[in-house]
């Protein structure tokens, strides 16, 4: 059998908005991409975080240096398209070893409008990123413009802070998930503000019959409908400027059992009168240490966040904390003394991660049955 033609990938560039120039070669899209730059630690799952919404804006770089080694399967992507900004590697596999690859991943992005490079230092980035924090890059092939050129262009783009991506990433309009076959559990409406695919998978899992509705909707539309419980999807971008979600979230405390999760969980910490901010360069990656401070017991958790909810900010005597990160002691869970809240700032539904959290829609469901053996 011949050997594939590779044809030769042209020069590139990431540029920090401090000036500090990383050069590799192009895959996927050649077209300028402009984010924040992040890292993330997980050891496989390329696809699903390139398809997490949670991920809009931003240029993510995998520390672990094989990337592509599996290729692309259309089955665990969590959007229906791929979210990043842009995405950085060590080294790109071009010839996937995997029965169920569809193409490999330069191909995948090509398609798809990604830009990415591969060949720099990932260790060296992360590093930086790491002592100076996420800051906004740009990935370039245009080798004739000069670094300052393109820093200013990287400056004129917007923040993370006070961005509001929610409306970027939400469903236009609600919609069944009947991905698997229909279920005749708890009826569990999710506000899609990015909600990734295997959330409702899990929820599915559980039996449940799942409706994704925009972010926008207004909680009478919810209440109206009856639904058993409501979840609070992840997403990307500034909790704060979500302000629309924070109002209807407080219009549907004490009327129907709530789950949120990661911007689910910081929407819950404002809407309680909490504040957020924003951490230095966030938790992103399949092997982050929580400890649950009910039982005692730790788990390795899926993370995908910038911002944290401040305990500080929250009332004792309303709020419950449930789980810290061991890493940095950041609030990672809490509960509502006396209404029927659940939030984590973590993936449980993994994807790709460990399933350590998967019992958390089993406490979801749970808090549903005793809020209905009230009488509610």
């Known amino acids: 059998m011949p050997t594939p033609i590779m044809r030769a990938m042209p020069a590139a560039r990431l540029i920090l908005e401090d000036g500090t120039v990383f050069e590799g070669e192009s895959f996927g899209s050649t077209a300028n991409a402009i984010g924040e730059v ?21 240029i993510v770089v995998m520390t672990y240096p094989h990337i592509g080694n599996y290729g692309v399967d259309a089955t665990v992507e969590q959007s229906e398209e791929p979210q990043v900004a842009g995405f950085v590697v060590r080294n790109i596999v071009r010839e996937p070893s995997n029965a169920s690859s569809a193409m490999p991943l330069p191909e995948y992005f090509e398609r798809t409008r990604i830009t990415a490079i591969s060949g720099l230092d990932t260790r060296a980035l992360t590093r930086k990123l790491r002592s100076e924090g996420a800051m906004r890059g740009i990935i370039t092939t245009e080798s004739e413009r000069s670094v300052e050129s393109l820093v200013a262009e990287v400056k004129a783009a917007p923040s993370m802070s006070g961005l509001d991506l929610v409306q970027r990433v939400t469903a236009l309009r609600p919609f069944v998930f009947d991905e698997q076959p229909a279920t005749s559990g708890k009826r569990i409406a999710v506000y899609d503000f990015g909600v990734k695919r295997d959330i409702l998978r899990q929820l599915v899992k559980q039996n449940c019959d799942v409706t994704v509705y925009p972010a926008t909707t207004h909680a009478d539309e919810i209440l109206n409908a009856k639904f058993d419980g409501v979840l609070l999807s992840n997403g990307p971008g500034d909790p704060e400027p979500v302000t629309y979600a924070q109002e209807n979230i407080r219009h549907l405390v004490g009327k129907v059992p709530l789950f949120g999760i990661c911007l689910g969980h910081q929407l819950l910490g404002l809407a309680f009168g909490g504040k957020t901010y924003k951490l230095k360069f966030g938790h992103r990656g399949g092997n982050h240490p929580v400890k649950d401070l009910r039982s005692g017991r730790v788990e390795i958790t899926a993370q995908n966040h910038g ?27 809490f509960r509502h003394r006396r209404e029927p809240v659940l939030a984590v700032q973590y993936h449980p539904e993994a994807a790709p991660g460990p399933h350590d959290s998967f019992y958390l829609f089993g406490e979801f469901l749970k808090m549903i049955d005793e809020w209905e053996g009230k009488g509610k």
């Open 38 to 58: 992040v890292f993330n630690t997980s050891l496989t799952g390329y696809q699903e975080i390139a398809t997490d919404p949670s991920y809009r804006f931003q």
């Open 307 to 333: 911002f944290s909810v401040d305990p500080d900010s929250l009332s004792e005597n309303d709020i419950e904390y449930t789980h810290i990160n061991l890493n940095d002691q950041t609030l990672e869970g």
